[in-house]
């Protein structure tokens, strides 16, 4: 029986990377430079912010931090309850929420701009968390640096073995990262003509993935729902 949902496909994973830098720059364009998946660069700020004595500019980095593990946290349960239920598929649930997260974050005032970026890093960790293999390797729909080193690693492999299978991983990866810098450029781009609304494009691109997955599952065993 072959236990592979379409969450696994390269279809989905470039959804979800395209929806991921577009959150990204759509956070750091509008919402006060604050990265909704990138934390490193949050962790950076909020020290330099500390050192300086700005607490109240760390506490704007912070908040993401702490929303980014919550997101986390609140994927896991989800999976933990969820993957009992042969009818629900918990990743469905997943996106739905985030959908509904980012969709309010469209409607925020720049007043709440804090508040924005804690629903959407929320939003990013419940979808790194929930997606994780591709092709059944592990990536990130929301972050480069894990995919860039797993791309380089499979092409040094291949320069070694030309295992044909190693540069069929590397393309893999290193595509992934270009579709997330296209959505991270269409997000910069756009947010400058729609502004706090252009979130909603995610909204779109995020719906498109949830149907990718139910299309597949239709025509596959019952058993999937517990993947």
């Given at each position: 029986m072959n236990n592979k949902h379409k969450s696994d496909t390269l279809l989905l994973g470039a959804l979800l990377s395209l929806?991921?830098?577009?959150?990204?720059?759509?956070?750091?364009?509008?919402r006060g430079n604050v990265f909704a998946n990138a934390q490193t660069g949050n962790?950076?700020?909020?020290?330099?912010?500390?050192?300086?004595?700005?607490?109240?500019?760390?506490?704007?980095?912070?908040?993401?931090?702490?929303?980014?593990?919550?997101?986390?946290?609140?994927?896991?349960?989800?999976?933990?309850?969820?993957?009992?239920?042969n009818k629900v598929y918990w990743r469905h649930i997943i996106l739905i929420l985030e959908i509904i997260v980012l969709f309010v974050v469209g409607f925020l005032p720049e007043e709440f701009n804090a508040l924005a970026n804690i629903l959407v890093s929320f939003s990013c960790a419940m979808q790194v968390q929930a997606?994780?293999?591709?092709k059944?390797?592990?990536?990130?729909?929301?972050?480069?640096?894990?995919?860039?080193?797993?791309?380089?690693?499979?092409?040094?492999k291949y320069l070694r073995t030309r295992n044909?299978?190693?540069?069929?991983?590397?393309l893999y990866y290193f595509g992934i990262i270009l579709i997330f810098a296209i959505g991270a450029g269409l997000g910069s781009i756009l947010s400058g003509y729609w502004g706090f609304k252009t979130i909603l494009i995610s909204c779109v691109i995020l719906?498109?993935?949830?149907?990718?997955?139910?299309?597949?599952?239709?025509?596959?065993?019952?058993?999937?729902?517990?993947?």
């Open positions: 929806s991921g830098g577009f959150q990204d720059a759509y956070t750091y364009v509008l962790v950076v700020f909020m020290s330099q912010h500390m050192m300086t004595g700005d607490f109240s500019g760390a506490l704007l980095y912070f908040l993401p931090l702490v929303a980014f593990a919550s997101g986390i946290l609140v994927a896991e349960q989800i999976a933990h309850i969820f993957k009992k239920i997606f994780r293999s591709l059944g390797h592990s990536y990130a729909s929301t972050m480069c640096i894990g995919n860039l080193r797993s791309g380089t690693e499979s092409l040094s044909k299978s190693e540069i069929v991983d590397s719906l498109l993935a949830n149907l990718s997955m139910i299309e597949r599952k239709s025509s596959e065993p019952m058993a999937h729902g517990r993947n």
